[in-house]
């Protein structure tokens, strides 16, 4: 194998696996160590800057981060970096006077945004400074998009919304609340410089079987009728509920339906439990509240008696997989199973919707019907057009959403200085040394199994009595300082500097993991078989040096390193160094016009 390029930014980015499977690329690390200082507004204004809604995150996050946390190699749960998040969010000071001032000076530039949910409001907050002139058009009374209308406020209080959605809308920018767009090509012709389409997926998926319309009064679209809680419109439901779908929208139905009278309320899928689509946590929150999570049930027909809804006929299934591992599901051949029920709410799915969207204005759409969208510029087959959030690829969460409102802002900021939008920026990278010492670091590189902390829940007979209570409390400053040393300080990495090496082994002698080999060099499949501990994780890197005295190579498992910095410890000639990594990706106020351009304009 060749030589490790450690210089390469997404090397090291790589290991630091919470920040990698991000789509934010938030650096986790550096902001919990700040949590464990107590220094809670820097914590924010870390996350601010690259995930935008730090307490709505903090709550409502798919945490993909979590699954990725290294603390998973030495005990059984990671971090709960998404709590964290929270924890900063609600300990910090006033951070109004760190955020950018409101632009009195705009550059000539429109750009008008469609729908005000996460996808956009990203767009705007990192526009908003630039001086562009900006305008969200949203249905909605009020911004927010999804985070306002589809997650239950006993998830997300309306004032964590208020308050983060304002600091984006205090940004500068003009809301045109409560405005449909229904044409694409008219919105066009309002004289736009660039239009941003962050509308979301805003259709749920209906189940058209014998019976729907018969006892439609009865029977609601989950995302629908979440909305209509949300905003007032609704605030009671049957005693008798079943749920259809297992995913988390099905968890946040059979939820808000024991908050507004549901007394027998059952979520009914047709795959298996481990096979559902919703979220651990957000499985165990249901049965935590009394809802039984009922299997391998195909919904067949909605039962009526003229016209009144009594329940929903179920055929049993069994999944069987092939010599390819793909799940089919067969019907047992047992008799079909009657649930009586007062209200059904079909969580089945989400569609986009673009009929407001002429096809004759130089938009591609693919065979979904869906807009052919560019996976690095956000960028449609329109040069002016560019799409974010669930618009852009289909129903993901707010942090993909984010994510590709921060490349959105990017391209449209280069196209409208004049750039191409396919050169993208690249990141910020910083790798420093953190020795104090000839045996200390600059953080704590304590490995201890410390297991994970639970959040506590507000009781459960309180939590029920309303939709609109919070019902989780968050760690408080101590639990959360506790949690935060947890983290195993996986951005402080091992770096070896080959001409300093005089091959003693104390390094493979002290490693608590075996994650250091010296060795004869080879291809990657064979060096990996050969190493003190075989390196199993093909998704991770081996760190390979250059040729050592003997001939021989050190060879380390990225995959199962702790970061300890036990190595750099016991090295004698300080060939092993501990540097903490630091990856920011640029944004669109990384991204400047030449000077002469300026100067000409």
Not at 281 to 302: G, Q, R, S, Y
Request: charged share 25%; aromatic share 6%; with cysteine.
């Amino acid at each position: 194998m060749e030589p490790t390029n450690t210089e390469a930014p997404e090397y090291f980015h790589k290991v630091v696996d919470c920040q990698w499977a991000c789509p934010a690329h938030t650096p986790v690390p550096e902001y919990i160590r700040l949590i464990a200082e107590g220094r809670y507004a820097d914590a924010y204004m870390i996350n601010w800057k690259s995930n935008v809604f730090p307490g709505i995150l903090g709550r409502t996050c798919d945490r993909p981060c979590e699954p990725a946390c290294r603390r998973g190699r030495v005990e059984a749960e990671p971090v709960a970096i998404c709590r964290l998040k929270r924890v900063a969010a609600d300990n910090k000071t006033d951070i109004t006077g760190r955020l950018p001032p409101e632009t009195k000076t705009r550059n000539g530039k429109r750009i008008a945004l469609v729908g005000a949910g996460p996808a956009s409001l990203t767009v705007a907050r990192d526009l908003a400074p630039l001086g562009y002139e900006l305008t969200l058009i949203d249905a909605d009374p009020r911004p927010g998009g999804m985070i306002r209308s589809q997650i239950p406020r006993f998830r997300l209080p309306e004032a964590v919304i208020d308050e983060e959605v304002g600091y984006i809308t205090g940004l500068g920018m003009t809301l045109r609340q409560g405005e449909r767009v229904d044409s694409l090509k008219a919105l066009m012709d309002e004289g736009y410089d660039a239009i941003f389409v962050g509308s979301g997926a805003p259709r749920g998926r209906e189940l058209e079987l014998p019976g729907r319309q018969e006892a439609k009064a009865n029977i609601h679209i989950g995302i629908d009728w979440l909305s209509s809680v949300s905003f007032g419109h609704v605030d009671k439901i049957g005693k008798r509920v079943i749920v259809l779908g297992g995913g988390n929208t099905a968890m946040d139905c059979c939820r808000t339906s024991r908050r507004l009278g549901g007394e027998d309320v059952k979520v009914i899928v047709r795959s298996g439990f481990e096979e559902m689509k919703a979220s651990p946590w957000e499985k165990e929150d249901a049965m935590h509240e009394d809802i039984p999570i009922l299997n391998f049930l195909v919904p067949k027909e909605f039962t009526h008696d003229h016209g009144k809804l009594t329940g929903v006929m179920f055929e049993k299934v069994a999944a069987s997989y092939d010599d390819k591992g793909r799940r089919s599901l067969a019907p047992t051949g047992e008799p079909d199973v009657h649930i009586e029920c007062d209200d059904v709410l079909v969580a089945v799915g989400q569609e986009n919707a673009f009929p407001w969207i002429e096809r004759d204005i130089g938009l591609e759409f693919d065979k979904w019907d869906m807009p052919v969208v560019s996976a690095l510029t956000m960028g449609s087959t329109h040069p002016k057009v560019f799409f974010g959030g669930d618009s852009a690829f289909g129903p993901k969460n707010i942090i993909w959403a984010v994510a590709h409102g921060h490349e959105a802002a990017v391209s449209i900021h280069k196209l409208l200085i004049g750039e191409d939008p396919a050169d993208r920026p690249a990141p910020g990278v910083s790798l420093v040394s953190q020795k104090m010492g000839i045996h200390e670091w600059s953080y704590d590189n304590d490995i201890s199994n410390d297991l994970r902390n639970r959040v506590p829940l507000r009781d459960k007979a309180e939590a029920l009595s309303n939709v609109r209570l919070e019902v989780e409390l968050g760690f408080d400053r101590g639990v959360g300082y506790q949690e935060a040393q947890r983290c195993l300080n996986c951005d402080a990495e091992t770096v070896f500097t080959t001409p300093l090496c005089i091959e003693c082994d104390a390094c493979v002698d002290i490693c608590p993991v075996d994650c250091i080999t010296f060795t004869e060099n080879g291809e990657e499949a064979d060096l990996r078989g050969r190493l003190k501990a075989p390196a199993l994780n093909l998704t991770q890197d081996l760190y390979v040096s250059s040729i050592l005295p003997t001939g021989r190579v050190m060879v380390k498992d990225e995959d199962v390193c702790l970061h300890c910095g036990l190595c750099a410890e016991r090295c004698p000639t300080g060939a092993w160094d501990m540097r903490k990594f630091l990856l920011e990706l640029t944004q669109a106020e990384g991204v400047n016009p030449p000077a002469e351009r300026i100067a000409a304009e």
